[in-house]
């Protein structure tokens, strides 16, 4: 059975900073991984998508990467903003019915 | 409207009502799906519809009773829930039988049961 683990469940950091979110999983045979964000009471929004044959993807000041062989995925956020501010979701895609797995997600604080 | 809508937003009903959650996609994806998550819990896969057809059932139980009659809308009809039940509904859908499939969100229905 998949599990996906994100640690530490919530992070705080000074506006500027660069951060690093981890995200691991333990099942290497997934189809894709997928970051989400979630701002308080909301839906999700899908930030970066990494097919299983990727390396990584970059959206603006967002860079995923994807290390299958060893089950792990990093969300990369480079100078933070306190719009940043949202709990961070990954979710790996274990099959052909689109089956996705989330983890409890990290919620970010961004302080001015 | 654009995206995955749902109605309604907000939701609360006592434990011998009968509701019904709506979404409605404008994506132009045959698949879609209902997602429950609790405070503390990661997100859960409740069902699955591949071009109208129910793929997966994640052992749900049969109060939580999911319609797809086309392609693009998804009902979740509730009936004699409980307090436990008490959760953000949320809809996604993507495309079907693609081994990239970027699932898209709705903003969910916050349910509260009483």
């Known amino acids: 059975k998949q599990e996906v683990t994100q640690i530490p469940a919530a992070l705080s950091v000074p506006e500027g900073e660069n951060l690093v979110l981890n995200c691991s999983f333990t099942d290497s045979a997934i189809y894709n991984l997928q970051w989400f964000r979630q701002d308080p009471g909301k839906g999700l929004t899908s930030l970066l998508l990494i097919q299983s044959s990727q390396r990584e993807q970059t959206s603006g000041r967002l860079n995923a990467s994807l290390d299958k062989s060893s089950g792990r995925s990093t969300l990369y956020i480079a100078a933070s903003q306190p719009g940043d501010s949202a709990t961070y979701l990954c979710?790996?895609?274990?099959?052909?019915?689109?089956?996705?797995?989330f983890g409890k997600g990290i919620t970010l604080s961004v302080r001015p | 409207e654009t995206g995955v809508t749902q109605t309604p937003r907000h939701l609360v009903m006592g434990m011998t009502n009968k509701k019904s959650l709506k979404c409605e996609q404008h994506l132009g994806h045959n698949a879609m799906y209902w997602y429950k998550q609790s405070a503390k819990k990661p997100l859960e896969l409740m069902f699955v519809y591949n071009f109208k057809e129910q793929t997966e059932n994640n052992s749900v139980p049969s109060r939580f009773s999911p319609e797809c009659p086309n392609s693009s809308h998804l009902f979740l009809h509730l009936h004699t829930l409980q307090p436990e039940d008490s959760a953000l509904y949320l809809c996604?859908?993507?495309?079907?039988?693609?081994?990239?499939?970027?699932?898209?969100f709705g903003p969910g229905t916050r349910l509260t049961v009483l």
């Open positions: 979710a790996v895609n274990t099959g052909a019915n689109s089956k996705l797995t």
């Open positions: 996604a859908s993507s495309q079907a039988g693609l081994s990239y499939n970027e699932q898209f």
